[in-house]
């Protein structure tokens, strides 16, 4: 059974741009949920999508955005780049009796 | 909110050691708490979990965890530390609350020396 995949595995990208990453889960899983990882704050919940709602969010602005489609295949954005964007953006999915989440390999973004 | 604590943001043991990383969680009901392993440039690896069926947990590559409700705790050990086992570990408490959302320790680094 193939795992959760996510791209790309590494982004560069200038300060105001917008950035799409890709997830997707384990087939079979409906629940797939977002988190940053930076040294100073550590791992942070963003978001998670179930059945193409967004269900429960972290607090992080605006300008983070996501979104599920019916093939439970999500994406995240991120509008108006900050240095402070750059971390390790992870995604899990999770099977509907909620037991675990498995994590992807995770995209490094950079912004600069 | 649900939460948990890691206690020593680096610990250093020998190959062959025992291995005890700490972690205390903070909730009103009934937690499901897990440890994740993240290797460098990794993504997170679901090492074991504790979902109320058994308080000591057996997970992958020789780890265990017990859960002590008494001391709000839920450390993970193996007996014998072994140079693969470098690597940064988190605790982390499922958040109650509508949807799935995981509340992460800050991470111990653990470091194996020969």
């Known amino acids: 059974k193939a795992g959760v995949t996510q791209t790309p595995r590494y982004l560069i990208k200038t300060r105001g741009q917008q950035v799409t990453l890709s997830c997707s889960p384990i087939?079979?899983?409906?629940?797939v949920s977002w988190y940053q990882q930076t040294p100073g704050q550590g791992l942070q919940f963003l978001f998670e999508y179930f059945s193409e709602t967004q269900r429960n969010k972290g607090n992080f602005p605006g300008r983070f955005s996501g979104r599920q489609f019916s093939n439970s295949r999500s994406e995240m954005n991120v509008s108006t780049l900050e240095l402070g964007d750059s971390a390790l953006y992870l995604c899990a999915s999770s099977p509907p009796v909620r037991t675990e989440a498995f994590f992807g390999q995770g995209t490094r973004l950079t912004v600069v | 909110a649900q939460s948990v604590t890691q206690l020593g943001s680096h610990v250093s043991v020998s190959e062959g050691a025992l291995v005890l990383l700490r972690c205390n969680y903070s909730s009103s009901v009934p937690p499901y708490l897990f440890w994740y392993v993240q290797y460098p440039n990794q993504g997170l690896q679901l090492l074991l979990k504790?979902?109320?069926?058994?308080?000591l947990v057996k997970g992958i590559n020789g780890f265990e965890a017990e859960f002590k409700k008494s001391e709000t705790s839920f450390h993970l050990t193996k007996p014998s530390a072994h140079m693969s086992d470098a690597a940064e570990y988190f605790c982390?408490?499922?958040?109650?609350?509508?949807?799935?959302?995981?509340?992460f320790g800050k991470g111990t680094s653990l470091l194996v020396t020969p």
């Open positions: 504790y979902t109320s069926a058994a308080t």
């Open positions: 087939s079979g899983h409906r629940s």
């Open positions: 982390a408490v499922w958040v109650e609350d509508s949807g799935y959302a995981l509340n």
